[in-house]
């Protein structure tokens, strides 16, 4: 389950185009490629295990899973407290954030310098991260010094020393990221997008506001870290090359004294299935923003990896049918990108894109001409065995990092998934038929539950937008 955001921790749209340009970049240095936009037609992927794991539990509900992985000296550490913004209370939206930020801010008997050059002295930094559902803290170091990350992050997530002067700085720091998310227009429309998909559930807030941020005290901060943050809520993932039987000690010893603390509670959101459009005007722009999409399944449903196969070729991927027609055919924009958004038990398929101004009702046309074309007709071949193969490509490629290993690892876990997903993964992909992928288009694109939003100048779009009201 990946994380990223626009403002105060939440997982959301910019990063996610910074992911698809980087995911562009590699793809446009690998020989499957070169330098056509079509993949080439390719034999069947080759199978892939995913490495071993060893797992265990301490006696207060802690969560830890080792993985000796790989021939670099350096070892990746994430713990996963799964506490977020789903858990914020009513009227502070983003307190689960800054609670997130002032763990980094020291300990009882640290200061953030302390842990900063710590840090440094061991070849890393320390990254905290919230979001919706929850709060992630870990680093990467160099392989000789495993047991003084495990000890540090241990120091960072049980002995916080909450002080009021982090609290302003943090505040003000919150306050000038909303007031520069406010003036960005894929900001808004993921924004509203999200307010009518999860309508009356807390993922559909993305950002506070100003008067929430300015509300929070060193109490609620306080309060949430002691209601939301345990053992019982946290799992903590060691992937690389370790000192095991040192490693698996340190553990014990530094993370037993923590209290259990109550278990998550799991709470799924009704996603809204109704068609709408909503317009926020944005006079003078020189481009709209387009969010288009409909519920889909999530990881735990079986449909899910046939779903991907599908979106991947409809709007997923550099060469999709999508960034085809409007990209490079008709020159209406320079990115759009089609994602699965997906929380436990939750699936929720958009395309996005910012297009010219006058080209953003011929946008959703021909957006819409895609989904209706996946429908009517069956892939081809040709087509369908390129993308299944650039699938594998990128699954191999990410599981290539330590990173990338707890990321599968903890997307597992999240979702409740056997341990055969993973090692099923690339076999389950190769095994989708064009059939599969037509009959996932029939099933979930269904225009009678879109959402569509649109920012952009009203002045100028409104009539384009009239077909699609």
Same mark, same amino acid.
């Given at each position: 389950?990946?994380?990223?955001?626009?403002?105060?921790?939440?997982?959301? #749209?910019?990063?996610?185009? @910074?992911i698809?340009f980087? !995911?562009?970049?590699?793809l +446009?240095?690998?020989? &499957?490629f070169?330098q056509?936009?079509k993949?080439?037609?390719g034999?069947?992927?080759?199978p892939?295990v995913?490495p071993?794991q060893?797992?265990?539990t301490l006696?207060?509900?802690?969560?830890v899973t080792?993985?000796?992985?790989?021939?670099?000296?350096?070892?990746a550490?994430q713990m996963?407290?799964y506490?977020?913004?789903k858990?914020?209370p009513?009227?502070?939206?983003g307190?689960?954030?800054?609670?997130a930020d002032?763990?980094k801010?020291?300990?009882?008997t640290?200061?953030?310098?302390?842990?900063?050059?710590?840090?440094?002295e061991?070849?890393?930094?320390?990254?905290?991260?919230?979001g919706?559902?929850?709060?992630? #803290?870990?680093g990467?170091? @160099?392989?000789?010094f495993? !047991?003084?990350?495990l000890? +540090?992050?241990?120091d &960072?997530v049980?002995?916080?020393n909450?002080?009021?002067?982090d609290?302003e700085?943090l505040r003000a720091?919150?306050?000038?990221?909303?007031?520069?998310a406010?003036t960005q227009?894929?900001?808004?429309?993921?924004e509203?997008?999200?307010s009518?998909?999860?309508?009356?559930?807390?993922?559909?807030?993305?950002?506070?506001?100003d008067d929430?941020?300015?509300?929070y005290?060193?109490?609620?901060?306080?309060a949430?870290?002691?209601?939301?943050?345990?053992?019982a809520?946290?799992?903590?993932?060691?992937?690389?090359?370790?000192n095991?039987?040192a490693?698996t000690?340190i553990?014990?010893?530094a993370f037993?004294?923590?209290s259990?603390?109550?278990a998550?509670?799991?709470?799924?959101?009704? !996603?809204?299935?109704?068609?709408?459009?909503?317009?926020?005007d944005?006079?003078?722009a020189?481009?709209?923003?387009i969010?288009?999409?409909m519920?889909?399944p999530?990881?735990?449903d079986?449909?899910y990896?046939k779903?991907?196969?599908m979106?991947t070729?409809?709007?997923?991927?550099?060469?999709s049918?999508?960034?085809s027609?409007?990209?490079e055919?008709?020159?209406?924009?320079y990115?759009?990108g089609s994602?699965?958004?997906?929380?436990?038990?939750t699936?929720?398929w958009?395309?996005?894109?910012?297009?010219r101004?006058?080209a953003?009702?011929?946008?959703?046309?021909e957006?819409?001409?895609?989904?209706?074309?996946?429908?009517?007709e069956?892939?081809g071949?040709d087509?369908?065995?390129?993308i299944?193969?650039n699938?594998?490509g990128l699954?191999?490629?990410?599981?290539?990092s330590?990173?990338g290993v707890?990321g599968?690892?903890?997307?597992?876990n999240?979702?409740?998934l056997?341990?055969s997903?993973?090692?099923?993964?690339v076999r389950?992909?190769a095994a989708?038929?064009?059939?599969d992928?037509?009959?996932m288009?029939?099933?979930?694109?269904?225009e009678?539950?879109m959402?569509?939003v649109?920012?952009?100048?009203?002045?100028k779009i409104?009539?384009q937008?009239?077909p699609?009201?």
């Amino acid at each position: 389950m990946s994380n990223l955001g626009f403002g105060v921790g939440d997982f959301g #749209i910019r990063a996610m185009t @910074l992911i698809r340009f980087v !995911v562009i970049a590699l793809l +446009l240095t690998v020989p &499957v490629f070169g330098q056509r936009e079509k993949p080439p037609t390719g034999g069947q992927p080759r199978p892939f295990v995913f490495p071993a794991q060893e797992n265990f539990t301490l006696p207060n509900g802690m969560k830890v899973t080792l993985v000796e992985y790989g021939s670099v000296p350096k070892v990746a550490m994430q713990m996963y407290v799964y506490t977020g913004t789903k858990d914020d209370p009513k009227g502070k939206k983003g307190v689960s954030q800054t609670t997130a930020d002032m763990l980094k801010e020291g300990t009882k008997t640290r200061s953030s310098e302390d842990i900063a050059r710590s840090m440094a002295e061991m070849g890393g930094s320390l990254n905290i991260s919230g979001g919706t559902d929850s709060t992630i #803290i870990g680093g990467e170091v @160099l392989s000789e010094f495993d !047991v003084q990350l495990l000890t +540090l992050m241990a120091d &960072v997530v049980m002995n916080p020393n909450f002080k009021a002067d982090d609290l302003e700085l943090l505040r003000a720091n919150t306050l000038r990221r909303l007031a520069v998310a406010r003036t960005q227009a894929q900001n808004s429309a993921w924004e509203k997008f999200r307010s009518i998909v999860f309508a009356g559930h807390p993922y559909e807030q993305v950002n506070p506001t100003d008067d929430e941020v300015k509300g929070y005290t060193l109490d609620d901060v306080r309060a949430f870290y002691n209601a939301k943050y345990g053992a019982a809520r946290a799992h903590l993932y060691i992937v690389g090359k370790f000192n095991k039987a040192a490693v698996t000690n340190i553990v014990e010893k530094a993370f037993s004294s923590w209290s259990k603390g109550a278990a998550g509670a799991r709470n799924p959101p009704k !996603v809204s299935a109704k068609r709408s459009l909503a317009k926020i005007d944005r006079p003078n722009a020189e481009q709209s923003t387009i969010f288009l999409g409909m519920p889909a399944p999530n990881p735990s449903d079986p449909d899910y990896v046939k779903f991907v196969v599908m979106d991947t070729i409809l709007g997923g991927a550099f060469s999709s049918r999508i960034t085809s027609n409007i990209r490079e055919d008709k020159g209406y924009t320079y990115s759009p990108g089609s994602s699965v958004w997906t929380r436990y038990r939750t699936g929720y398929w958009f395309e996005a894109a910012d297009v010219r101004t006058d080209a953003t009702g011929a946008s959703i046309k021909e957006i819409l001409y895609e989904i209706k074309r996946m429908r009517d007709e069956p892939v081809g071949a040709d087509e369908l065995q390129g993308i299944k193969n650039n699938m594998v490509g990128l699954y191999v490629l990410q599981n290539s990092s330590r990173f990338g290993v707890i990321g599968q690892l903890e997307m597992m876990n999240y979702h409740e998934l056997p341990q055969s997903y993973l090692d099923n993964y690339v076999r389950n992909i190769a095994a989708v038929t064009a059939t599969d992928v037509q009959s996932m288009a029939k099933k979930y694109l269904l225009e009678d539950k879109m959402t569509i939003v649109v920012v952009g100048d009203l002045a100028k779009i409104d009539d384009q937008l009239k077909p699609y009201e």
